[in-house]
Structures are given as structure tokens and as C-alpha cells.
């Protein structure tokens, strides 16, 4: 009957061993001194960040084909059919008159804009 118990009571010394070695660890964790950010660095985050290139937004009611050709993923079919569907008053107009499908508007919505559509020379005089 004894061999029975001392299985068990290597487990629960193991467990007991285990449990102190966690505690101990996040003991250790919750002592470690966290450096303190230097001046420099404080300089750093209060510093402009650098200026990104942000794309210029393409003007469907004035864009040339080729622009709307150049958007990713466009085609010469796609150019056509939104320049023949002008004018926008807004770029969903792109969907909900079926020039194009909900997925690639998704694509392109950050990159175009529904704006005036441009003057012709003449006209600005």
C-alpha cells in the first residue's frame, strides 16, 4: 500500500516545485527596474514625423483616360466606361449606376474623388 502513495507524492512535490518557480518568475518580472526614457528620446516623440508622399486623389469627372487607366488593377474598359458615365456627383455613383462592382470600388475609393469637372481654356477667360 505505501508503493501506491509515492507516485502521488512525487506529482504534488513536482506541482509544488512548479507553482513556486512561476511565482518566483513573476516576482522577478515585477522587480525589474523599467529604464527610464532618456532626453533624446523625449525629443523624438515630441518631433514632427517625417512627411509620407501621399498620393494625389484622381478626379474622375476630369481625369484622361490614361489616369483612370493607371488606378490599380484599371483597364482601358473600366477608363471608358467611367468616362462615359461623367458627371459624378459622387464617386459611389460608380456602383449604384454600375459602372463598376462593389469589390473594386472598395480598391479605388481612397485614390479618386468626385470633383468639378475641369474648365476648358475658353471658358476661364
Given at each position: 500500500m505505501r508503493n501506491k502513495w509515492i507516485p502521488l507524492a512525487l506529482a504534488l512535490a513536482l506541482l509544488a516545485g512548479a507553482a513556486q518557480a512561476g511565482a518566483a518568475a513573476t516576482q522577478d518580472a515585477k522587480a525589474t527596474p523599467v529604464p527610464q526614457a532618456s532626453a533624446a528620446r523625449g525629443k523624438a516623440l515630441t518631433a514632427k514625423p517625417p512627411a509620407t508622399a501621399?498620393?494625389?486623389?484622381?478626379?474622375?469627372?476630369?481625369?484622361?483616360?490614361?489616369?483612370?487607366?493607371?488606378?490599380?488593377?484599371?483597364?482601358?474598359?473600366?477608363?471608358?466606361?467611367?468616362?462615359?458615365?461623367?458627371?459624378?456627383?459622387?464617386?459611389?455613383?460608380?456602383?449604384?449606376?454600375?459602372?463598376i462592382d462593389e469589390g473594386r470600388y472598395g480598391a479605388i475609393k481612397a485614390l479618386v474623388v468626385a470633383g468639378k469637372a475641369a474648365q476648358p481654356a475658353a471658358a476661364r477667360k
Open positions: 501621399k498620393k494625389r486623389q484622381i478626379n474622375l469627372n476630369a481625369a484622361s483616360r490614361a489616369e483612370l487607366r493607371g488606378l490599380p488593377g484599371g483597364s482601358d474598359d473600366e477608363a471608358a466606361r467611367i468616362i462615359a458615365g461623367r458627371p459624378y456627383n459622387s464617386k459611389a455613383f460608380l456602383v449604384s449606376n454600375k459602372i
